[in-house]
């Protein structure tokens, strides 16, 4: 019995939004991304910083889109940091409203697209709001089994590693182990992240070259690529010059 012929194999990959195609066997599995800008976004067009974190929202909703379409399995968005807290407080008070308008509008379409909500930071000093829309996404979306939309919220890579290394002394007295015992791959285990692959790519925008406290263990051999473009500016053809760039790079890992 002859078999339907369902076309050739694909090598590559195109959107309307790119006009080079990229090479579907190289694409990073885990992509996070330092979403920066937003505020010197508004302030360029004389509008208030709440405006740049609004249209810096708009375009989270493109980037998920094509990620997932080209194959990613994880994307990280750096949504808000330990350190965010320093900013003025009607400021923070709309950055906690984000993630509730972004879940509230997007979370239907996410689902038919078959992602994965989960959380990477603390809940502690997160408004009640702020944590229930989260709650709820991760509740939905819990039984799909595609692209891993993580939000890195209230998140701080020092304070993320402390907690880690309590919880590897914890289990040293508790299991009575040897202080040989510890390894990376027992701290990696206490680590927020410890159930996903390492970055193979970090993006980070509006120009400013530095890792402002993001995954300082996890990006140890990830490839950066850092843009001027402001986030709100970011587009789908933006993240396929940042896959392309990684797509040229040779990793290494240390080895020749």
Do not use: C
């Not at 972004?102 to 078959?114: A, Q, R």
């Amino acid at each position: 019995m002859l078999k339907k012929f369902t076309g050739f194999k694909k090598k590559n990959i195109k959107s309307e939004a790119d006009n080079t195609l990229l090479d579907d066997k190289n694409i990073p599995k885990h992509v996070a991304i330092i979403m920066d800008g937003n505020g010197r976004w508004a302030n360029k067009r004389g509008l208030p910083r709440i405006a740049g974190h609004r249209e810096g929202m708009n375009v989270i909703r493109k980037i998920v889109r094509r990620a997932n379409e080209i194959g990613v399995e994880t994307l990280t968005l750096y949504a808000f940091s330990t350190e965010n807290w320093k900013r003025p407080k009607s400021e923070v008070e709309f950055l906690m409203r984000l993630p509730e308008m972004f879940l509230n509008k997007e979370l239907p379409t996410l689902m038919e697209e078959n992602v994965v909500i989960r959380l990477t930071g603390s809940k502690e000093n997160l408004p009640k709001h702020t944590i229930n829309a989260v709650d709820k996404a991760i509740s939905a979306t819990k039984g799909n089994d595609g692209l891993i939309l993580n939000i890195a919220l209230n998140y701080g890579s020092r304070s993320e590693i402390i907690q880690a290394v309590k919880k590897v002394y914890e289990s040293l007295e508790k299991e009575q182990l040897p202080i040989d015992s510890i390894s990376e791959e027992m701290l990696n285990k206490h680590l927020m992240t410890g159930d996903l692959r390492d970055p193979d790519l970090l993006i980070r925008t509006s120009g400013e070259i530095r890792l402002s406290n993001f995954m300082l263990w996890q990006l140890a051999y990830a490839e950066f690529w850092f843009t001027e473009v402001l986030w709100p500016d970011f587009t789908e053809e933006h993240f396929n010059e940042a896959i392309r760039v990684y797509q040229k790079r040779a990793r290494r890992y240390g080895g020749v």
